[in-house]
């Protein structure tokens, strides 16, 4: 069975943890004149999600405030989009950003695409009920609303189809969905992109890894060079994310984060995979 990259968590709950001392840290590095952004760095970078919950908790308690809104009274850009983002439960965060993508005029396409397409079947099913309870509304429905064309029916693909368990792995399988993409894509004039969605979208993780083994056997060229050769637009960024979740990056995370960003960014994102 091909070994598919499993992340491990980088942020754990801190072992010596005390909710009221954290948020008094929290607020004297916002008290007065003046923001200690390390400090607050510091502090919520090395606690889990949860023990962040029970400092929110403590803040409001014994000091008499609302955290979330010190810290955006405070903060600014992208450390403030941060920040905030790690004060939501995982679940939150990510109805979130699909709600904002979709809500008001215009739809950030590419949103929907990072949150959707890197996501297993059970993350979706866990984000689609969340996402009816917070804003009243189905989220393959409100999806379907914003998008259209081969997007539409991929992303609602990845939303209503789960996908085959780990444990289902099939050599030959892999070797005859290689030569179904190979025909829908290199080998004619023109592409069937409905080939492309079906396969991308139900297979497990490990059967994906298997089939682009057998690809690259039978054309001497990498998924991601076909995908680029017959695809194009928002489609082709939706499959290329559904790869790259498999794949992963080939360099570090670490040195992805520093040679992207800078200043505080940098440092609470160097923080969080836990490079200071």
């Known amino acids: 069975m091909p070994q598919v990259y499993t992340p491990k968590p980088t942020v754990l709950p801190a072992e010596e943890f005390d909710a009221s001392a954290d948020a008094a840290t929290l607020r004297a590095a916002m008290k007065g004149f003046g923001t200690d ?3 607050i760095i510091d502090v919520l970078c ?10 929110s908790a403590k803040y409001s308690e014994e000091l008499g405030r609302d955290l979330l809104q010190d810290l955006k009274s405070e903060l600014s850009g992208n450390l403030e989009n941060v920040v905030l983002g790690l004060m939501l439960p995982p679940l939150n965060y990510q109805c979130h950003h699909l709600f904002k993508a979709m809500d008001g005029f215009g739809t950030n396409e590419r949103t929907l695409i990072e949150v959707i397409c890197s996501q297993s079947s059970e993350q979706l099913q866990q984000i689609a009920k969340l996402y009816e309870e917070l804003y009243n509304r189905p989220l393959v429905e409100h999806v379907c609303s914003e998008t259209s064309g081969d997007l539409r029916r991929l992303l609602t693909l990845l939303l209503t189809t789960a996908r085959d368990p780990p444990s289902k792995v099939d050599r030959d399988l892999a070797e005859q969905q290689a030569k179904q993409i190979f025909e829908a894509g290199e080998a004619n004039w023109g592409t069937e992109e409905s080939t492309f969605s079906k ?14 083994d057998e690809y690259k056997k039978l054309t001497q060229r990498a998924i991601e060079q076909a995908l680029n050769a017959e695809l194009s637009g928002k489609f082709y960024e939706a499959l290329s994310a559904i790869v790259e979740y498999v794949r992963m990056y080939s360099k570090t995370l670490e040195n992805a984060v520093k040679s992207e960003t800078s200043g505080d960014y940098g440092r609470i994102l160097c923080a969080l995979i836990g490079k200071p």
């Open 46 to 55: 090395a606690r889990s999600n949860c023990q962040r919950q029970q400092i």
């Open 37 to 39: 952004e390390q400090a």
């Open 199 to 212: 396969i991308l979208t139900r297979s497990s993780f490990e059967q994906l890894e298997l089939l682009f």
